[in-house]
């Protein structure tokens, strides 16, 4: 839990540090109609009943569509991988709906929340050429906050924070990531 509650404040405070810097662009770029990006970044994967976490590199991408100035709803798949030191390969993706909202339509700053699917992977090598591998489904959850500095109208460079969770079969994970997205609307 102590690893939850860490996470909050993080989130918090970058909300806080975000929504009261002063705006970074002339215009924030035009949210309407059609959006698509990918960001890459670093996170931190925890296990349920683990107290030590895992650094690697994550990624996503995204695509959707603006309701309003102010709200947009599309589709993310972010992911985590890592081969351990005992030659496994550790993956943790999310598939998920999400909502963005901007509180100020001319502002860059936006909170982000959805819901979708979760999956933890693992393969390992026992001979060459002879591997294995296992996966595990369930329930994936996102929360997170970034501001979009736009360039060009159409293009905003976003640097984010975001948690997810994903319940699965045999326990739990929890993924803090911190990237810079590449958005086009």
């Known amino acids: 839990m102590r690893g939850l509650q860490f996470t909050i404040v993080v989130l918090l405070a970058l909300i806080v ?3 009261a810097a002063q705006p970074l662009s002339g215009q924030a770029p035009a949210r309407d109609g059609f959006f698509i990006g990918f960001g890459v970044g670093g996170g931190s994967l925890g296990f349920e009943d683990d107290s030590e976490r895992e650094a690697s590199v994550t990624g996503y991408w995204k695509i959707g569509g603006g309701l309003s100035d102010q709200v ?10 890592k081969k351990m030191e005992d030659g496994v390969t550790v993956t943790s993706s999310y598939l998920n709906v999400v909502a963005y909202v901007y509180p100020a339509p001319a502002g860059g700053l936006f909170l982000k929340g959805g819901l979708g699917f ?8 026992v001979f060459d050429g002879v591997s294995f591998s296992t996966t595990e489904d369930g329930l994936g959850v996102t929360l997170g906050a970034g501001y979009d500095i736009g360039f060009g109208g159409r293009f905003g460079l976003t640097p984010h924070a975001d948690f997810h969770y994903g319940s699965l079969e045999d326990g739990s994970t929890n993924l803090i990531r911190f990237g810079l997205g590449f958005n086009w609307y």
Not at 72 to 80: N, Q, T, Y
Not at 118 to 125: D, I, K, M, P, R
């Open 17 to 19: 540090g975000i929504g």
């Open 72 to 81: 947009l709803l599309g589709a993310e798949a972010s992911g985590w991988v």
């Open 118 to 125: 979760a999956t933890l992977g693992g393969e390992w090598s």
